[in-house]
């Protein structure tokens, strides 16, 4: 299938030449542009001011056309906005005056559009938001993964490694080897289940935590 190509400047002039001075019928016109004739009749009856007259009362204007073609190809990269001119105006000088973040103009400012919308407008280029800039305003915390392997690395662990232990621990044979760890809770939460695990019976205890800083685990190791 051919590829759609928009109609030029120089092609609606012709348009407009060809059918009111030179009396040219649309038809003709479509051939002369190897134009299909849809494309040419949609043209002259539809990209005017006042589509709704006839042509004979409002005839067809070849640089009204071109620039509201342009517009429409606007509006339809942008998308319909939802959101009127006024509160555009207000997000762009919390922008460029406040230096205020997306997030920060959603929560604070009345009568604008939600976190999502801005960062939408933000992608598809709305001129309120094109002086934006993303900024990273809080440090994001030092992952569990980073600091495991930082102390995997580090010079007690590889002393004290359970890859070193004594091989009748492996075997399983005597009582008193115990293993421990904790279980998080998939949302978020504080507090941990501290696992105590015996090697030989496989016989488990579980103890609750309010959280896993130092003062916590040692009364807990305590108490066991």
């Known amino acids: 299938m051919r590829a759609y190509k928009r109609l030029t400047r120089s092609e609606r002039y012709y348009i407009y030449v060809w059918y009111y001075e030179q009396k040219i019928t649309l038809r003709q016109i479509a051939l002369r542009l190897h134009r299909t004739p849809k494309t040419v009749y949609d043209e002259v009856h539809n990209n005017r001011r006042r589509p709704d007259v006839p042509l004979d009362k409002f005839p067809y204007d070849p640089e009204y056309a071109n620039w509201l073609a342009a517009q429409n190809r606007i ?8 959101t009127s001119h006024g509160a555009l105006n207000r997000v762009q000088k919390a922008i460029e005056e406040k230096h205020w973040s997306i997030p920060m103009i959603a929560h604070s400012m009345k009568n604008v559009p939600s976190t999502a919308t801005l960062y939408r407008y933000l992608h598809i280029g709305v001129t309120a938001l094109k ?11 030092k992952s569990l ?47 941990s289940l501290l696992v105590f695990y015996e090697r030989k019976s496989r016989y488990i205890e ?14 807990a190791i305590q108490h066991f």
């Open 75 to 82: 509006n339809r990269r942008y998308g319909k906005l939802q």
């Open 131 to 141: 002086s934006y800039q993303k900024r990273k305003y809080h440090l994001p915390p």
């Open 145 to 191: 993964r980073d600091i495991m392997r930082s102390n995997a690395e580090s010079d007690f662990m590889k002393q004290h490694s359970i890859d070193v232990r004594p091989e009748t621990i492996q075997k399983r044979r005597t009582f008193g080897h115990w293993e421990m760890d904790c279980i998080d809770s998939p949302q978020g939460t504080n507090a």
């Open 206 to 219: 579980i103890m609750k935590v309010d959280n896993k800083r130092s003062t916590q685990m040692h009364d």
